[in-house]
């Protein structure tokens, strides 16, 4: 079972948790012809998934359906690439572009290598998506630490998509419905980052390009073999 001290343990059960968090990442990518094509195996793989988190990935998968593609990779761009309050690394919400973010990067590097995942050295270890993949496929128990202790950038990111309009808003609450509800100290978390958002001690980290898809690889020395991801749908 996965627990924290500050924060209860998921609401739903590991195959469920993990089909969720795989497809949450797998959309959240740059949109491509081979993402669209997906589509049908993803909405059959949420079609078991509480309506909290069936509904939202229901509504994103309707979009991919219906938006031309070259609109799609545009709003993208437009959303991820260029408006900071859209970011996708976990730590920038936290600790912007200063010195502390820096070591945060460490830690979920260090994260990952203690679960026997390596990192490619030219990515960022705090991108969503990753984190995401890492929970469904190796570490459901890190990967939980990790979005909580990251949890009111998750909802700033959430409320920066919903006051966009933006379609990948339905991939934020899909999120959010697999974690615990905001509130005490991540709630005032949450709210700082409204009022004052991340730090801003510029440090000169070069920090881009973003990227799109972070690999994480099994550490070769490790025994057991990590490099077999969970299928999208898998119990």
Not at 34 to 47: C, F, I, T, Y
Not at 92 to 119: I, P, S
Not at 140 to 158: F, K, Q, S, V, Y
């Amino acid at each position: 079972m996965l627990r924290r001290s500050r924060h209860p343990g998921p609401r739903l059960g590991a195959g469920q948790l993990a089909t969720a968090w795989q497809v949450v990442s797998l959309l959240l990518e740059y949109p491509t012809e081979e993402l669209l094509g997906h589509r049908p195996l993803v909405a059959d793989a949420v079609a078991d998934l509480p309506s909290p988190v069936r509904e939202p990935l229901a509504r994103f998968l309707t979009t991919l359906g219906t938006a031309p593609l070259g609109q799609l990779q545009r709003d993208y761009v437009e959303t991820f690439d260029v408006t900071r309050r859209c970011c996708l690394y976990l730590t920038y919400f936290a600790h912007g572009d200063t010195r502390k973010r820096g070591l945060a990067l460490v830690q979920f590097k260090q994260a990952y290598r203690k679960a026997g995942v390596e990192f490619e050295a030219a990515e960022l270890p705090d991108h969503l998506s990753v984190v995401l993949e890492f929970g469904a496929s190796y570490d459901p128990e890190t990967a939980w630490r990790l979005l909580n202790d990251h949890r009111a950038g998750i909802e700033m990111l959430r409320i920066a998509l919903a006051e966009k309009g933006s379609p990948w808003h339905d991939l934020m609450l899909a999120l959010g419905a697999t974690l615990p509800e905001l509130k005490g100290e991540d709630e005032d978390k949450m709210l700082a980052l409204i009022a004052q958002g991340p730090p801003a001690e510029e440090v000169g980290l070069d920090l881009q390009p973003y990227a799109l898809d972070p690999r994480l690889n099994p550490r070769p020395s490790d025994s057991v073999d990590l490099g077999e991801t969970i299928p999208v749908g898998a119990p």
